[in-house]
């Protein structure tokens, strides 16, 4: 759609703010709260902010008469390195929590699949060294109402490190009284603690906050330039303020349930064509919107938690394949023939991720996602609320230079070798070591996790709206149509394995292992109808077909991803 080229344009240098959070000029703030400690592995835990500013909110969506406003910034970092004098980077393994003291009435704070809502309420930030988590701060209230609303709340060590003691009482003050003059440049040089305590101060030492950005920034650059390998199993890169959440997401082959008595319930219609149009796009090229044949259920993609972080939310998916129908979306020819339809361009993305900076080329549209009803063990699935849908095509990663692809001295860029990623889901595939009655990673942030290996990218999906076919094409669709509610990331689709070995150094620094240690991990426990253990599914968008799948294997792990432009090669 037409706006895609001004996005491309703030988002680019959103993110090039991002890239250099680490290296900013001292005394400049942050869109972070940086974690420090008062002492050399130990005294109190430290947040480094300016907190006086009030911190706007802005309006996500209203229901009858109500309004949800939320941000995403600041987010939650533990510092690399100490301040000359102090403060100081915390040990690594020292797990901390975010304490709610109190807030005002409206106000909540959504970490992971966590909502704090009440004073004594907590949730798990991560572990140092690669805590980075971005709260969703949020306010409900009634349509036209503004206000202002402070959120009192304080650091906590959980586990793991030296025994800090908890931080002092923050308050951050949320507001949604529109700002008519929003200043474009950074804040004087703040104090990094809004209360008396023993906080790092300023001066002399130098402040260790990085300057605001004028939009959020979500992760790393998308600029072609190597940088130092990323970590792999860090939070979820932040949602863009004030946009709907969208999770990490697991995809398990899956085909329709071959049972006899569920033949005729499971095989899909033939001729269900649908129109989809992909909302990072623009429409000017005659393949996007375009109509699409969907074949057959082919994948089952469940949320996913990336590294340590809390267990994650989001719908189920089933991923149906596509293919070409006879006629396209265009207007009928001089003939009175309807047009063949068209075929995705090559399209190049610049993306960027929790694992960092990315460049893609795709082809051809590939798949459908379709929010679907998921029941475990028997019973019947619930009819899906209505969510987003992705249009997928196949990609591979471009050959320029970026953090998941670095310039190895030939001036383009390979997809690191090395790259894993913790993941946890509702399958609990890798809960036991191996099959063994001992937790997998015990004792660890990622216990009960699946450690996985990355290889380059297969394929990216874009949020995309659904509807009926115009006539006089003929379908055997009867779908309600829908409309995403994210437009502005995307999910980049790794194929993700099983890991004999920890190979990446954030890994092996989650993990508790030198890195080269084998691990034994059990392979996906397949849902099969011969075994009782088929999952029943409820398509959503009047989609009649499968009623219930087998799944087969492990196959991709998607995260989502934040787009910085589309162009056509």
């Known amino acids: 759609m037409a706006r895609a080229r001004a996005r491309s344009v703030v988002l680019s240098f959103a993110l090039a703010i991002a890239a250099f959070v680490d290296r900013a000029p001292a005394g400049a703030q942050d869109v972070d709260v940086l974690i420090y400690s008062t002492t050399n592995g130990g005294g109190q835990l430290v947040g480094s902010y300016d907190f006086v500013p009030k911190n706007p909110v802005f309006q996500a969506f209203c229901i009858a008469g109500t309004c949800l406003f939320s941000t995403t910034d ?24 975010f304490e709610v003291v109190s807030l005002a009435s409206g106000a909540s704070v959504k970490i992971g699949s966590s909502v704090l809502d009440a004073p004594g309420e907590s949730a798990n930030l991560g572990t140092a060294p690669g805590l980075h988590t971005h709260p969703e701060w949020q306010v409900t209230m009634p349509q036209g109402q503004t206000g202002d609303f402070p959120v009192s709340f304080r650091l906590r060590r959980t586990s793991g490190g030296p025994a800090y003691a908890v931080s002092p009482t923050y308050v951050l003050t949320l507001s949604n009284v529109p700002s008519p003059t929003p200043s474009p440049s950074p804040s004087p040089s703040p104090s990094p603690s809004p209360s008396p305590s023993p906080s790092p101060s300023p001066s002399p030492s130098p402040s260790p906050s990085p300057s605001p950005s004028p939009s959020p920034s979500p992760s790393p650059s998308p600029s072609p330039s190597p940088s130092p390998s990323p970590s792999p199993s860090p939070s979820p890169a932040p949602t863009p303020t004030g946009a709907p959440a969208l999770a990490s997401y697991v995809a398990y082959k899956a085909h329709a349930t071959r049972r006899p008595d569920l033949a005729d319930q499971n095989k899909f219609p033939k001729d269900w064509i649908v129109t989809l149009d992909d909302v990072l796009l623009d429409d000017a090229h005659p393949a996007d919107p375009e109509n699409h044949r969907v074949v057959k259920a082919a994948a089952l993609a469940q949320a996913a938690a ?36 068209e075929a995705a361009p090559a399209r190049r993305w610049s993306v960027s991720n929790a694992l960092g900076s990315l460049v893609l080329d795709s082809g051809k549209a590939a798949a459908l996602w379709l929010p679907s009803g998921v029941a475990f063990g028997g019973g019947s699935a619930a009819d899906p609320v209505d969510a987003t849908h992705f249009l997928c095509y196949q990609a591979k990663a471009a050959p320029l230079p970026s953090d998941q692809a670095p310039d190895g001295g030939t001036g383009k860029g390979k997809f690191r070798r090395d790259l894993q990623a913790f993941f946890g889901d509702a399958f609990a595939d890798c809960l036991l070591a191996g099959g063994a009655a ?14 996985v290996d990355l290889k380059g990218p297969k394929q990216i999906c874009a949020p995309a709206a659904k509807s009926a076919v115009l006539p006089p094409r003929i379908t055997n669709a009867v779908i309600a149509g829908s409309t995403p509610s994210i437009a502005d990331r995307a999910l980049v689709c790794y194929p993700a394995k099983l890991a004999r070995k920890v190979a990446d150094p954030a890994a092996a620094t989650l993990a508790g292992l030198p890195i080269g240690s084998s691990v034994a991990q059990r392979e996906h426990v397949k849902r099969r109808a011969q075994d009782g253990t088929a999952i029943t599914t409820q398509p959503g968008n009047l989609f009649p077909r499968p009623v219930a799948v087998d799944t087969d294997a492990l196959d991709l792990l998607c995260l989502p991803s934040t787009v910085a432009s589309v162009e056509a090669k």
């Open 74 to 97: 600041p987010g939650f970092r533990t510092a690399t390195a100490d301040v000359p004098g102090g403060p100081f980077a915390l040990d690594a393994g020292t797990q901390i929590a």
């Open 306 to 341: 990336l590294g340590g972080s809390a267990a994650a939310s989001g719908p189920s998916y089933l991923r149906y394949s596509l293919s070409k129908p006879k006629e396209g979306i265009g207007d009928p020819l001089p003939d009175g023939r309807l047009p063949k339809p």
């Open 438 to 451: 001992t937790p997998s990673f015990a004792g660890t942030t990622v216990e009960g996790r699946c450690l």
